[in-house]
T-cell receptor, first 114, second 114 residues
């Protein structure tokens, strides 16, 4: 079965610091990978996704993620965070032989101090 | 498109009462998902449908929970009888097909059971 692991449960950064959130998955086949963001009191929204091609994916709001197949990882990065990036971040995986269901990680709460 | 629509946005009820949450997926989407989110348990997939047919309901906590999808544009999640531990935010999401296609979330229903 597919599983997704986000190692950082709660991250606290100051504004302008760099961000990297880890995401690892367990699935040996072709995968589609997603990062979702949930701002306080809101629903989950797509930040970026990877399905083929360049393993470095650019998303909205200056976020990017790198797919490293050999490490089964899809880490999220941002060079300089802002207070408005305070949110919960979810990694999700959908394998090629999937049933349409996204498997979500447990989420990482990011708190950016002004 | 209006996105995924959920109603009500907030529901406060007393223990033992029946609660019905409603969802209208994005037109043309053939997958519909119900999630529950709490501080303690995070984001949990309760059930999902494909072409109105329930595919996996293994996340439904117990027999008090039931979900239906009578047509492609409407789904309900019912809790009868409700209990205080059911208090959570319930999200509906929809998606077209599988693979890299984005899953879109509704705004959620915040349920409080007193």
């Amino acid at each position: 079965a597919q599983s997704v692991s986000q190692h950082n449960h709660h991250v606290i950064l100051s504004e302008a610091a760099s961000l990297e959130l880890g995401c690892n998955y367990s699935y040996g086949g072709t995968v589609n990978l997603f990062w979702y963001v949930q701002y306080p009191g809101q629903h989950l929204q797509l930040l970026l996704k990877y399905f083929s091609g360049d393993p470095l994916v650019k998303g909205i709001k200056g976020f990017e993620a790198e797919f490293i197949k050999s490490k089964f990882s899809f880490n999220l990065r941002k060079p300089s965070v802002q207070w408005s990036d305070t949110a919960e971040y979810f990694c999700a995986v959908n394998g090629a032989s999937n049933t349409g269901k996204l498997n979500f990680g447990q989420g990482t709460t990011l708190q950016v101090k002004p | 498109d209006a996105g995924v629509i959920q109603s009500p946005r907030h529901e406060v009820t007393e223990m033992g009462q029946e609660v019905t949450l409603r969802c209208k997926p994005i037109s043309g989407h053939d997958y519909l998902f119900w999630y529950r989110q709490t501080m303690m348990r995070g984001l949990e997939l309760l059930i999902y449908f494909n072409n109105n047919v329930p595919i996996d309901d293994s996340g439904m906590p117990e027999d008090r929970f039931s979900a239906k999808m009578p047509n492609a544009s409407f789904s309900t999640l019912k809790i009868q009888p409700s209990e205080p531990r059911d208090s959570a935010v319930y999200f509906c999401a929809s998606r077209f097909g599988t693979g890299p296609n984005t899953q879109y979330f509704g705004p959620g229903t915040r349920l409080t059971v007193l």
